[in-house]
């Protein structure tokens, strides 16, 4: 009798000390949070978004926002506005003509002001590492590349990433596809671009204003530099 109850004992402590295991883990499992979704998908993997063309008044308006006055608006140029994904990252930017308003030009050249200043006639990696400080000056004709931000594109107010190009203003623009700018067969004769180009003249030469990956710089179609490509670091359009 005696070993029968140390037994039925025995059973009893184990039970007990199951039962009291079981129920921490149960009440573990129940407040366990649920998982968590995965993360956001990048841009690059976002479907560009087909944006109305732009109206003369919306131009108008978001260039008074950037400058505030320091550029005036070329309407003599036809157009004097276009719209394309000129850096690559599938939001819709902006270039539009404009030239330097009287006694704005210090303004303008400010190393703290809210735009870069750009000369694509030197923006090429062929030229040296050292380049001078670009300056506008008073009878440039400019052109200024708004770069779009999100689905919105330029018309974001977020988008005020701003490029003032000067020595690229010559006759009629025209904004050429990526796809039709870079095709198999001319690939390897072309710098790296990573975005819609620019087509036009300067000086009576035709070419195409085009983003390198950090600025915005010109290729000579009648006298194409040699080319050497530089090393890959980032991924263009024409890598996805």
């Keep these: 009798m005696k ?3 140390c037994g039925l004992l025995f059973l ?9 295991c079981a129920k921490p883990q149960e009440a573990l499992i129940e407040e366990a949070p649920p998982p968590q979704a995965g993360p956001f998908p990048s841009r690059t993997d976002l479907p560009a ?3 109305p063309p732009p109206q003369p008044a919306e131009v108008r308006s978001k260039v ?3 400058f505030k006055g320091a550029v005036l608006i070329d309407e003599g140029r036809a157009p004097y506005f276009i719209a394309g994904d000129f850096n690559g990252d599938l939001s819709q930017d ?7 308003a009287a006694g704005r030009l210090p303004e303008i050249n400010d190393e703290l002001a809210n735009w870069i200043l750009v000369d694509p006639q030197a923006a090429n990696y062929t030229q040296v590492a050292t380049r001078q400080r670009v300056r506008v000056e008073e009878r440039d004709a400019l052109l200024t590349v708004i770069h779009g931000f999100g689905s919105e594109g330029w018309r974001n107010r977020e988008a005020t990433q701003t490029y003032v190009v000067r020595n690229s203003a010559d ?3 025209i904004s050429q596809p990526h796809s039709q700018a870079v095709t ?3 690939k390897e004769k072309l710098p790296r671009i990573w975005g819609d180009v620019i087509a036009q003249t300067v000086s009576g030469r035709p070419g195409f204003l085009y983003f390198n990956g950090a600025r915005y710089a010109w290729f000579d179609s009648a006298n194409p530099p040699l080319l050497v490509h530089p090393r890959r670091v980032h ?4 890598d996805r």
Excluded: D, H, T, Y
């Design 3 to 5: 070993i029968e109850r």
């Design 12 to 20: 009893a402590v184990v039970w007990l000390f199951l039962s009291g």
């Design 49 to 51: 978004r087909k944006l």
């Design 64 to 66: 008074a926002g950037i």
């Design 94 to 100: 902006l270039i539009v003509a404009v030239k330097p």
């Design 171 to 173: 006759g009629p623009m």
């Design 184 to 186: 198999p067969a001319n």
């Design 235 to 238: 991924q263009s359009r024409e």
